[in-house]
């Protein structure tokens, strides 16, 4: 078998005593490529005195990770400025946040530029090359125009807004020529890729664009659920709970994950839902994430604040009606949490997939099964039938879908639940990999190497 290079902005190079990995990325892609010789390239997470001109290596099993450390001029104006202040909002649909500099757009060409030539001498000729994520755009073309004609792929792990949205980006035409240079482009639904086609098509841009919803490895994760339910973390938990029901919602710290609307949303039901007090408690779990970004900053400030106000506004002496914590935790000990939890709330304003949406499926006792609250904007929805939908704007809806879910008989939970358990289980993240790769192996030239 072909060797696979993957390249994505975050390489998750195993380190001894590390925090765990929150974001979907890294977790989708680790469960999927057991079996193979792999090479990872990307970035260290470092940012150093000067951008590294040569990889530095770590092997471990069959994979050799390769990362460059970036100088903070080219962290600012590549990741936090062009790849997390301009292409991350317009990806997710909100024009009104994103931010666009020339100099920061620059910064993200020269940045992958830059990968495309630390790496193109450490390819073999029938290397298979995936690109992940936003951040990379441009590197085929980058590593086209140094003479690699490797097939090479490329997954967009967020969504894709309306071609009139993506229109108001300047250069926005220039990414998506850029795009021609991948031999096949992935992304998570029908509706992303209606939308990636029709901007191709409208910019006269040839490439090819194929749905591959992700996934998790749903029996490890169901296996970790049931060891850390009832273990030393689980049970301290459940212990607490005292027999309220528990609402869980999982998410990196990010904007697009609808945080305050969803303790708004949880608020309402408090207060619109008077059966519910006391009897419930909200679990919030959001690890910091991307902090050098003011935006992300001061969402941080507006929900620890929030949370506050809640609890001030609804709790008792004996009862804190939202527990919220902005660390990240443990995988297995997270796992745990989703089967003691009767809701899985996961309200993205959008979101390319949800992947916690996922393992809170994969997660749940099948005799005695929680509910899913979701988005109907997460990519998730299209496929976890058995969910309650809501409108994550509107906090309202969120109160009724939880009463909903708290309400809910347990024969209609497990028939609900059985659904998407079914979903999840066929659809892991290895068969997500294959069927790209397959895709990928039986993919034509790219227009870019036919001109
Ligand atoms: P995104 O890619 O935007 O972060 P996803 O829901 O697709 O969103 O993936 C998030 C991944 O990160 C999931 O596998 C989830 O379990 C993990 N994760 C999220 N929050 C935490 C946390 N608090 N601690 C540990 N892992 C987390
Ligand atoms: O797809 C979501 C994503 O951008 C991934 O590419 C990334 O691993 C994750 O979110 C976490 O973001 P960051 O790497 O910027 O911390």
Same mark, same amino acid.
């Given at each position: 078998?072909?060797?696979?290079?993957?390249? &994505?902005?975050?390489?998750?190079?195993?380190?001894?005593?590390?925090?765990?990995?929150?974001?979907?990325?890294?977790?989708?892609?680790?469960?999927?490529?057991?079996? =193979?010789?792999?090479?990872?390239?990307?970035?260290?997470?470092?940012?150093?005195?000067?951008?590294?001109?040569?990889?530095?290596?770590?092997?471990?099993?069959?994979?050799?990770?390769?990362?460059?450390?970036?100088?903070?001029?080219?962290?600012?104006?590549?990741?936090?400025?062009?790849?997390?202040?301009?292409?991350?909002?317009?990806?997710?649909?909100?024009?009104?946040?994103?931010?666009?500099?020339?100099?920061?757009? &620059?910064?993200?060409?020269?940045?992958?530029?830059?990968?495309?030539?630390?790496?193109?001498?450490?390819?073999?000729?029938?290397?298979?090359?995936?690109?992940?994520?936003?951040?990379?755009?441009?590197?085929?073309?980058?590593?086209?125009?140094?003479?690699?004609?490797?097939?090479?792929?490329?997954?967009?792990?967020?969504?894709?807004?309306?071609?009139?949205?993506?229109?108001?980006?300047?250069?926005?035409?220039?990414?998506?020529?850029?795009?021609?240079?991948?031999?096949?482009?992935?992304?998570?639904?029908?509706?992303?890729?209606?939308?990636? =086609?029709?901007?191709?098509?409208?910019?006269?841009?040839?490439?090819?664009?194929?749905?591959?919803?992700?996934?998790?490895?749903?029996?490890?994760?169901?296996?970790?659920?049931? =060891?850390?339910? +009832?273990?030393?973390?689980?049970?301290?938990?459940?212990?607490?709970?005292?027999?309220?029901?528990?609402?869980?919602?999982?998410?990196?710290?990010?904007?697009?994950?609808?945080?305050?609307?969803?303790?708004?949303?949880?608020? =309402?039901?408090?207060?619109?839902?008077?059966?519910?007090?006391?009897?419930?408690?909200?679990?919030?779990?959001?690890?910091?994430?991307?902090?050098?970004?003011?935006?992300?900053?001061?969402?941080?400030?507006?929900?620890?604040?929030?949370?506050?106000?809640?609890?001030?506004?609804?709790?008792?002496?004996?009862?804190?009606?939202?527990?919220?914590?902005?660390?990240?935790?443990?995988?297995?000990?997270?796992?745990?949490?989703?089967?003691?939890?009767?809701?899985?709330?996961? +309200?993205?304003?959008?979101?390319?997939?949800?992947?916690?949406?996922?393992?809170?499926?994969?997660?749940?006792?099948?005799?005695?099964?929680?509910?899913?609250?979701?988005?109907?904007?997460?990519?998730?929805?299209?496929?976890? &039938?058995?969910?309650?939908?809501?409108?994550?704007?509107?906090?309202?809806?969120?109160?009724?879908?939880?009463?909903?879910?708290?309400?809910?008989?347990?024969?209609?939970?497990?028939?609900?639940?059985?659904?998407?358990?079914?979903?999840?289980?066929?659809?892991?993240?290895?068969?997500?990999? &294959?069927?790209?790769?397959?895709?990928?192996?039986?993919?034509?030239?790219?227009?870019?190497?036919?001109?």
């Amino acid at each position: 078998m072909a060797r696979l290079v993957i390249i &994505s902005n975050r390489v998750p190079v195993p380190r001894a005593r590390s925090t765990p990995q929150a974001g979907g990325l890294a977790v989708a892609l680790k469960q999927a490529l057991a079996d =193979r010789d792999v090479l990872w390239f990307g970035w260290s997470g470092h940012v150093g005195a000067a951008t590294s001109e040569a990889a530095a290596e770590t092997v471990i099993g069959r994979t050799r990770y390769a990362t460059v450390d970036l100088s903070s001029v080219d962290h600012r104006l590549y990741y936090t400025g062009f790849s997390n202040g301009t292409l991350w909002p317009l990806l997710h649909w909100r024009m009104g946040l994103t931010e666009f500099q020339r100099e920061e757009y &620059s910064g993200y060409r020269t940045v992958n530029e830059h990968f495309a030539r630390v790496l193109a001498p450490m390819l073999r000729p029938d290397d298979v090359l995936w690109a992940h994520d936003f951040h990379l755009f441009p590197l085929a073309a980058f590593l086209r125009a140094l003479g690699c004609t490797q097939r090479i792929g490329f997954f967009l792990h967020v969504p894709f807004p309306p071609p009139s949205l993506f229109a108001a980006l300047p250069q926005g035409d220039v990414l998506l020529r850029d795009l021609a240079a991948y031999s096949l482009i992935g992304v998570q639904t029908d509706q992303d890729r209606d939308n990636l =086609r029709a901007a191709l098509a409208h910019a006269l841009v040839g490439a090819r664009v194929e749905t591959f919803p992700i996934g998790i490895d749903a029996h490890a994760f169901a296996a970790d659920a049931a =060891r850390g339910a +009832t273990g030393p973390e689980g049970r301290r938990l459940a212990a607490s709970l005292a027999d309220r029901a528990l609402v869980l919602g999982v998410d990196r710290l990010d904007y697009s994950k609808g945080l305050p609307h969803r303790l708004q949303g949880f608020a =309402r039901l408090l207060a619109r839902f008077p059966r519910h007090r006391r009897r419930v408690t909200l679990l919030q779990v959001a690890p910091v994430s991307r902090n050098e970004v003011a935006r992300y900053r001061a969402l941080r400030r507006e929900l620890d604040e929030l949370a506050g106000r809640i609890n001030g506004e609804h709790g008792e002496p004996d009862w804190n009606p939202i527990r919220w914590i902005t660390r990240a935790v443990p995988r297995a000990t997270l796992a745990g949490y989703h089967r003691l939890a009767r809701v899985g709330l996961v +309200t993205p304003l959008r979101d390319g997939m949800n992947l916690v949406a996922k393992e809170f499926a994969a997660a749940q006792n099948p005799d005695d099964p929680g509910v899913l609250v979701l988005s109907r904007f997460a990519g998730a929805a299209a496929e976890l &039938s058995g969910a309650v939908l809501v409108n994550p704007h509107d906090p309202d809806e969120i109160a009724e879908g939880l009463d909903a879910a708290l309400s809910m008989d347990k024969a209609t939970r497990i028939a609900r639940w059985r659904r998407d358990a079914e979903v999840v289980r066929t659809g892991s993240a290895a068969t997500w990999a &294959s069927r790209f790769l397959h895709a990928l192996e039986a993919a034509t030239e790219p227009a870019a190497l036919v001109e």
